[in-house]
């Protein structure tokens, strides 16, 4: 199967999910000034010809931002909503997750915390290091650009690591894969962000016989094959937001032409938690 063949391509809008408002009504169900969510790509303003395409946010926002519906209560949090799931991990296991500071992380990490789990995070920098270990209580987080995963684990995981959450992929995927899985683990493959710009596909030395000699089940996980569920997920998830029993950041980029930057600044790691663009310059 192809991937991102028909999303991504030279003179395409490119894609992306927004919240809008609505400044022009010609149906009842969403009228001016309502906020809805679409998959409009990178655009100013967007043309809805029957509202199929539009979905009304399907929790009271109460106090927050409407941007929490791009975030913690939008795509990433679902991610790691039946990311978890998937994982199928019991209290006192041991998880991993990487790019542990960003949107799908840093949640993944707490609903982990939430269900008992030991959880060690991986994440570019100190002060992501330190927001996960003192704010969002992970057991462990570490700057994965000054120890290396062996280093780490070595202290952290000595036993091994059951379950695996990964949003990296390449070298870091390849590591775990050979070096630090314990018996009958269990990876759910979230993302790949490390390889997303490789020209050529990365080469590794086989990794079969670890996979079958210690019984590891990997997964493939897409959000979006879990539409039916997502107003539940995020009627769950809404109150412990409120709460404050599930912690988030954002890192806001303010202005429609700052799109590209927001983009590239995720594989900088210029952002902590969810990375979002106000297009606060347009009605
Ligand atoms: N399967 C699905 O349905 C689904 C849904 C949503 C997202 N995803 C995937 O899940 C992953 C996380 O998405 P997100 O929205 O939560 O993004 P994010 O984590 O908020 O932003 C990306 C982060 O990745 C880290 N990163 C960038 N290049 C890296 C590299 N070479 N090695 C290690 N870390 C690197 C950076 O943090 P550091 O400072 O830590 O490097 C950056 O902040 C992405 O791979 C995304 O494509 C999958
Ligand atoms: C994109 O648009 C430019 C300008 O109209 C054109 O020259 C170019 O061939 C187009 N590229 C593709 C792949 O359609």
Redesign the pocket.
Known sequence: MRIHGDLVGENKTMFGEACLKVIKARNDKFPVGALVLALSGWQTHYLSKDGKDLRPIPFDLDTLSPSVSLGVLG??G???Y??LRLLEAKAGEVCVV??????????LGQLAKLKGLIVIG????DE?CHWLTKDLKFDYAF???KISVDDALKQAAPKGVDVFFD????Q?FHDMITKHMARFGRIV????????NDAEIPKFPQTHLQILANELTIR??????YDKEFDTALNEMAPLIKKGDLKFKE?LYEGFEKMPEAFV???????????IVKASNYP
């Open positions: 795509m990433p679902l991610t790691s039946f990311g990487n790019g542990a500071a960003g949107a799908v992380g840093s949640l991986f994440a570019g920098s992501k700057n994965y650009k949003n990296v992929g390449g870091f493959i979230c993302g790949a962000i490390s390889t997303y493939g996980l897409m959000v979006m094959s890192t600044g995720l594989f900088k790691g210029e952002n902590i938690g969810k990375a």
